[in-house]
């Protein structure tokens, strides 16, 4: 059984927050380092985590270009990626870059910690499916949006304003505007409000 240690890299400071709750209350004697990016990560206190779970979308390098950079520091820590990110060529690439497992953050409390549980215990996760599955038409949801976009989605579901949003992106008022109704076009919903429950349901914020 591997150690009850794990280091939690993610940018969003509530989501780390959540799940922390997450693993405190399904691990019994768990510890838990949190990083908002990989430069953080790499000056953790936390010597010889038994696990890894990090996010794809983290500013700077990104999780996927970070998994090498992880199983070098920390080689028998399994990396498990935990994104709201979860196309087929997403979780194909961090599965052939080295992750252990890939888990969507749309998973219940209950499916992560069992995807953990499995990996300290040294047993197989089972790939996703969508992993090897055919593109069946139709562009994903994640890809209609921009970067910026998707930034804007993120910060219009924790619900701030578009002014708030202009403020945290640098962005006039006027600008984020017309990003939002891009984001609603994109998702086919009509309100902020809907766009969240949108975005949620398939899988693209936590």
Not at 72 to 80: F, I, L, S, T
Not at 159 to 173: A, F, P
Request: proline share 5%; charged share 25%; aromatic share 2%.
């Amino acid at each position: 059984m591997l150690p009850a240690k794990i280091l939690l890299i993610d940018d969003h400071a509530m989501f780390r927050c959540g799940l922390r709750m997450v693993l405190t209350s399904g691990i019994p004697d768990v510890e838990v380092a949190e990083a908002g990016s990989l430069e953080e990560a790499m000056k953790t206190g936390l010597a010889d985590p038994g696990l890894v779970l990090l996010d794809i979308q983290l500013h700077g390098l990104n999780g996927l270009e970070g998994i090498a950079l992880v199983r070098r520091k920390w080689p028998e820590a399994p990396v498990v990626i935990l994104s709201s990110d979860a196309t087929p060529q997403s979780v194909r690439l961090a599965l052939d870059r080295g992750a252990a497992a890939f888990v969507s953050k749309a998973e219940t409390a209950d499916n992560i910690l069992a995807v953990i549980e499995k990996l300290r215990r040294g047993q197989e996760v089972e790939t996703p499916a969508r992993a090897d599955a055919q593109p069946t038409g139709g562009e994903p949801p994640r890809q209609l949006l921009t970067p910026r976009q998707f930034e804007v989605l993120d910060l219009l579901c924790q619900g701030l304003s578009n002014k708030v949003i202009g403020r945290r992106l640098n962005l006039s008022e006027n600008t984020v505007r017309g990003h939002v109704q891009a984001v609603l076009a994109a998702l086919e919903v009509s309100s902020r409000s809907e766009a969240g429950f949108a975005a949620r349901r398939r899988g693209l914020v936590s």
